[in-house]
């Protein structure tokens, strides 16, 4: 075991690769669902149901490029994409909105966990 590499985190890393691509679906959802908002007929009702769409095709496809990325044990860099998914978007939500901790906060961080444990399982199966 080569004791330089433990705890480096670099651009090939797993969970920055798949933090990316979250990252990166949750910016193009957001902006999907803004313009369906704005130029639909719906209204501002619908935001929270395209909210848990679109976090969960993010950590998704977070999920599955990191586990991709590892190549082993999909289901833990998947899940634990998810959880730290989870909590940067809790971060966010507090210092923007001064969102507190409630059983949603809760709900939501199990089923990034979840969805992010079958994306990495996906992802880790699709490896060369």
């Not at 590499?5 to 679906?25: D, E, I, N, T, Y």
């Not at 095709?57 to 999909?74: D, E, P, T, W």
Request: no cysteine.
């Amino acid at each position: 075991m080569n004791f330089k590499q433990v705890g480096q985190v670099g651009s090939g890393s797993p969970m920055l690769r798949g933090l990316f691509f979250a990252f990166a679906v949750m910016a193009l959802g957001a902006l999907a669902a803004s313009v369906a908002v704005t130029a639909g007929d719906q209204g501002e009702e619908v935001l929270p149901v395209y909210a848990w769409i679109i976090h969960g095709l993010s950590v998704l496809a977070g999920s599955f490029a990191s586990g991709r990325r590892s190549g082993v044990k999909g289901w833990y860099h998947g899940g634990l994409l998810g959880l730290l998914y989870s909590i940067i978007v809790l971060i966010i939500g507090f210092l923007s909105f001064d969102k507190g901790m409630d059983w949603s906060v809760a709900l939501f961080a199990a089923a990034a966990f979840m969805v992010g444990a079958v994306g990495g399982i996906f992802g880790v199966n699709t490896k060369k």
